[in-house]
């Protein structure tokens, strides 16, 4: 097996070419095209990145992260940089698996996603001009748009390749609709992220939220 865009070979199962650094999309996705492509897991098999969450609650008074049977799952960890934040995610054992950092020479990239070598998975955008001042797109690494957030009653993540809202996000107690037998000791500060596909990196979809969230508290 080749990679298709520079001709490198591939090990067998490759997710990412080790020489240009593209995503290997030899398996289901759902993005635009033969070159954008969203697979699970893209980015680490991980207890916080696996398919069967659908829901994610982020204590930001704790930094903890849950998933809907009230298992922690990750942990976050914000720091300020250059007047700008940065944030880690680590999962239960303490290993990085997430970094967002800012952008600084970009007019429109604010923030860019990695995995747990460093290597770019993403980047969160604002338009240089648009009449929609609180719209941001999620782009892959090579400037394919992938996602843009909606603001509706929650934020809502939605597919540029599909129309659909792929996961939404909001206060915890604007999701009337879901129960959550989880003790919150301050609600004011914890996140609900529902997952609608099942196909989406959540690597990605996390990132896309704690990204707002640092976009906004500014």
Known sequence: ?????????????????????????????????????????????????EGKNDLYILDLSSNKIY????????????????????CKVYDPEDNLV???????????????????????????????????????YIESPFNEKWFQILRAT???????????IVAEFGKINSFKEIFLDLEIKNPRNTYLLKINDRRVDRAIIIGTFLSYFMITRK
């Open 98 to 136: 997430l970094q967002i950092s800012p952008v600084l020479l970009s007019p429109a990239t604010l923030y860019k996603f990695m995995n747990s070598k460093g290597r770019d998975i993403a980047r969160i955008k604002k338009p240089t001009f648009s009449a929609m001042p609180t719209r941001f």
């Open 154 to 164: 929650n934020y809502k993540i939605q597919s540029f390749a599909t129309d659909e």
């Open 67 to 86: 998933n809907q049977n009230n298992d922690q799952v990750g942990k976050i960890q914000f720091k300020e940089k250059l007047f700008k934040i940065i």
């Open 1 to 49: 097996m080749i990679c298709e865009y520079c001709g490198a070979p591939l090990d067998p199962g490759a997710r990412y070419c080790e020489k240009c650094g593209r995503r290997v999309h030899e398996f289901h996705g759902i993005g635009l095209g033969s070159q954008t492509q969203l697979y699970t897991p893209i980015t680490d098999e991980n207890v916080l990145f």
